[in-house]
């Protein structure tokens, strides 16, 4: 069997997914086509339901869930690893971030819900690809940008400045975990199926970690402008035991990130104008494997 697989070209993904893909663990049978796209594109494709299985933001989840189930392996969630809002300026205060030109790495990404989350009258907001933000916030096309994966590890060697941490203000705020990302399977492959690959990505992962800290070809191929100390920094905040089992802890994670989104929406005036995508009119189950 034949089954469509999207994530990221990121080092934490291919990481998770290189013994997988590659068969360097047995398959069980099944074949894989790939496709390497960053998360908002995977979001989308996601809407759009064209995947068997794929990396996905939790912030999209809201409007998967009659569409999708989540499995317990493969995602990237825990403490500590939110993203950033950055600027060439240091010592911007929350009311000035509420006038800035603001550059998001996607609509739908958790990113964009931490920082609607932390700043709700932000007033102008632009999307780009996530490796795009750096170069618009040093060229003065936005006064800030959110950065996330390896950008954290390099916006200060550009003369940048963080203006807050996204992450640890929900952390603060919702005492949870923050869940970023995680694997999702259409509803319309099988219930063993979607166990099978459960089972065989958390595989792959204790594969990875166990040939850690050694960096794959697969891997480094993937991620060829980074430095190797880079890619290990990368790995090293975003693949963690929610990667190999979220258990309760991650599904609490979930579960209160879909909440406060839903809530969020809900709190919006007619006339205000949302950064969020509505949420669809559907009640609220998190269906996972």
Known sequence: M?????????????????????KKIDTEGLDFDIYLEDVQTLNNFALEDRLDFSKISYGVLPLLLNTHTILHSGG?????????????????????????RIAIPGKNTTAFLLFS?????AKNIS???????????????????VIIHENRFTYKQKGLFQISDLGAAWETKTKSPIALGGIVASNRISKPIMQQIDHLIAKSVAYAFDKYPAISDYVSCHAQEMSEAVMRQHIDLYV????????????????????????????MSPTQPSHLMPANAVPFLLKTV
Do not use: W
């Open 76 to 100: 990237a969630m825990g403490n500590g690893v939110g993203p950033l809002l950055i600027s060439k300026k240091a010592n911007i205060t929350p009311d000035q971030v509420n006038d800035l």
């Open 2 to 22: 034949k089954l469509s697989l999207g994530f990221s070209p990121c080092p934490n993904d291919t990481f998770i997914f290189d013994a997988l893909v590659n």
């Open 127 to 145: 999307f780009y690809v996530f490796n795009e933000i750096e170069a618009a916030v040093l060229s003065g096309e936005v006064d800030a940008g």
């Open 117 to 121: 989350f932390v700043y709700p009258n």
């Open 240 to 267: 963690n035991d929610f990667s190999r089992d979220m258990g309760d802890a991650g599904k609490n994670a979930i579960e209160t990130l879909v909440h406060i989104y839903q809530q969020m929406n809900h709190s």
